[in-house]
Nanobody, 124 residues
Framework: QVQLVESGGGLVQAGGSLRLSCTASGLTFSNYAMGWFRRAPGKEREFAARISSSGSSTYYADSVKGRFTISKDNAKNTVYLQMNSLKPEDTAIYYC?????????????????WGQGTQVTVSS
């Protein structure tokens, strides 16, 4: 019933930009904080960015801080990840996920709902 659908992935040259979108349905979007995670080839899933339910608070992994920006539009049930200055090491499948708004967490196991992911490939 609950669905999170990512879009916006693709292939980009190092130094370029992409904007990912994740649209949610089947849940009250304003009751959830949203996170972006990624899974690179041969590696475990890792946290990238989180945004509070209101959109007023954000948190980033050190690996993406200063380059990525997370935002959300509650009216559109959509969370975004603007990715600038992309590096080859950013290559991964990117997933959006939802967690109850009172839980301040970056742990994947705490998130209740997940999208299927969108592939981001950054060439050298």
């Amino acid at each position: 019933q609950v669905q999170l659908v990512e879009s916006g992935g693709g292939l980009v040259q190092a130094g370029g930009s992409l904007r990912l979108s994740c649209t949610a349905s089947g849940l009250t979007f304003s009751n959830y904080a949203m996170g972006w995670f990624r899974r690179a080839p041969g590696k475990e899933r890792e946290f990238a960015a989180r945004i509070s339910s209101s959109g007023s608070s954000t948190y980033y992994a050190d690996s993406v801080k200063g380059r990525f920006t997370i935002s959300k539009d509650n009216a559109k049930n959509t969370v975004y990840l603007q990715m600038n200055s992309l590096k080859p090491e950013d290559t991964a499948i990117y997933y959006c996920a939802a967690v109850w708004k009172f839980l301040t967490t970056t742990r994947p196991q705490d998130y209740s709902y997940w999208g299927q992911g969108t592939q981001v490939t950054v060439s050298s």
